[in-house]
């Protein structure tokens, strides 16, 4: 058994894509495999938390012990995710969010009339910024995947979208990330004197970088 180091600690973490419809037959998401915070809800309960997991649609089964909560768009997600986040210790946005959705949707299927279609996009609400900016917000820790310049950008969504922790990884290495088993990440975050201070997690599983992420976060907590 591991260290109860959260115990009595709520937890809220998101996970997996979202779909957003653009008709009653079709959608559009991304290829998020919901590994990662499904990894970081699994260790979390072992870490003692009480924990929820708000998951886009995927195919993995729920982690012992945790409360899941199943939903289809970025709007539900920010829904199930305000439903719960009062009594959040943690909020952990490890979902592949869309940025944007189809602007209509059809109630009925688009046929194919013509030979090309333009779809109008809108842009959906940041959940992660949404939480981080309430009154009380909570501990709250962002993922930023990026192919190039990942510590800067990293560094960049740190402060604007005004969070405690960012665990950002290289997603141009496919050896790791997206639908792998394994991760590689650098953990940013500020200090008492607004300083940026990183920490690298070499190459590693889901569930080691899960439990370290974790610990980091516990550590700035106290
Ligand atoms: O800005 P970017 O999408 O790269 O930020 C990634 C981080 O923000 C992730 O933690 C992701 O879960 C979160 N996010 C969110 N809602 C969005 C977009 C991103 O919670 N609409």
């Not at 591991?2 to 998401?29: C, F, M, N």
């Not at 990662?36 to 993995?60: I, S």
């Amino acid at each position: 058994p591991k260290p109860q180091i959260l115990s009595g600690k709520q937890v809220v973490i998101t996970a997996g894509p979202t779909r957003e419809a653009i008709d009653p037959v079709r959608y559009i998401s991304n290829h998020s495999s919901g590994k990662m915070g499904f990894a970081l809800a699994t260790v979390a309960q072992q870490l003692g938390a009480t924990v929820t997991l708000v998951a886009g649609p995927c195919q993995l089964s729920t982690p012992y012990g945790v409360e899941r909560v199943d939903v289809i768009s970025a709007d539900d997600m920010l829904q199930a995710v305000e439903a719960v986040i009062d009594a959040a210790d943690i909020f952990i946005g490890c979902a592949a969010v869309a940025d944007y959705r189809p602007q209509k949707v059809g109630s009925t299927k688009i046929k194919k009339n013509s030979e090309s279609l333009v779809l109008e996009f809108t842009r959906n609400p940041d959940i992660l910024a949404t939480v981080a900016a309430r009154k009380k917000p909570p501990f709250t820790i962002g993922f930023a995947a990026e192919t190039n310049d990942v510590v800067n950008y990293a560094a960049g969504k740190l402060t604007r979208k005004k969070l405690n922790l960012i665990a950002a990884n290289d997603v141009s290495d496919t050896q790791i990330g997206f639908n792998s088993d394994d991760n590689a990440m650098t953990l940013l975050w500020h200090d008492k004197n607004n300083e940026l201070q990183q920490r690298a997690l070499g190459r590693d599983s889901k569930t080691a970088i899960a439990e370290a992420i974790l610990t980091q976060a516990n550590q700035l907590l106290n």
